[in-house]
């Protein structure tokens, strides 16, 4: 199997330019010039006696002032070879965004996350639960005002 991993074991570089443009990813947000590697992919072929064959790829994203972001053509991962399936859960884990699981992990995710994100959890949060619908207008207004 031939493996070109990301030089950055965290999958974020991080290159400021201007205050005011971001770009948000997985609850996150960045400065124009970051960068992030994108959740693999997996394509697998040649299902016959010889094992599966396959390839692994994560594409580099670059957070850009004006167009969100865009794909670097640069990979984070390429791995390629017989039963490549059996090592993309690693690649899962160490490049995608997972939601939390825990109480605390949720806390710590709000601790962090942008009014936009903060704002559309409120509105699944209030569309789950409709006896909460007065409490619920009061707090949308407020998150929409953007103090």
Same mark, same amino acid.
């Given at each position: 199997?031939?493996?070109?991993?990301?030089?950055?074991?965290?999958?974020?570089?991080?290159?400021?330019?201007?205050?005011?443009?971001?770009?948000?990813?997985?609850?996150?947000?960045?400065?124009?010039?970051?960068?992030?590697?994108?959740?693999?992919?997996?394509?697998?072929?040649?299902?016959?006696?010889?094992?599966?064959?396959?390839?692994?790829?994560?594409?580099?994203?670059?957070?850009?002032?004006?167009?969100?972001?865009?794909?670097?053509?640069?990979?984070?991962? =390429?791995? /390629?070879?017989?039963? !490549?399936?059996?090592?993309?859960? &690693?690649?899962?884990? +160490?490049?995608?965004?997972?939601? $939390?699981?825990?109480?605390?992990?949720?806390?710590?995710?709000?601790?962090?996350?942008?009014? =936009?994100? /903060?704002?559309?959890? !409120?509105?699944?949060?209030?569309? &789950?639960?409709?006896? +909460?619908?007065?409490?619920?207008? $009061?707090?949308?207004?407020?998150?929409?005002?953007?103090?």
């Amino acid at each position: 199997m031939r493996v070109k991993a990301c030089l950055f074991a965290l999958a974020v570089c991080s290159v400021p330019f201007s205050a005011d443009a971001q770009c948000d990813y997985a609850g996150q947000t960045y400065t124009v010039g970051a960068t992030v590697c994108e959740c693999p992919s997996l394509k697998v072929g040649d299902l016959g006696s010889t094992g599966a064959k396959g390839q692994i790829t994560s594409r580099r994203l670059s957070c850009t002032k004006d167009q969100g972001w865009l794909d670097t053509h640069m990979l984070c991962v =390429e791995a /390629s070879g017989v039963h !490549v399936q059996d090592v993309y859960p &690693r690649y899962v884990a +160490l490049f995608c965004p997972r939601v $939390t699981v825990t109480p605390q992990e949720t806390e710590r995710f709000f601790d962090v996350a942008s009014r =936009e994100h /903060s704002l559309l959890a !409120v509105r699944a949060i209030c569309r &789950r639960f409709d006896t +909460l619908e007065q409490a619920c207008k $009061t707090l949308i207004e407020g998150l929409g005002k953007g103090n």
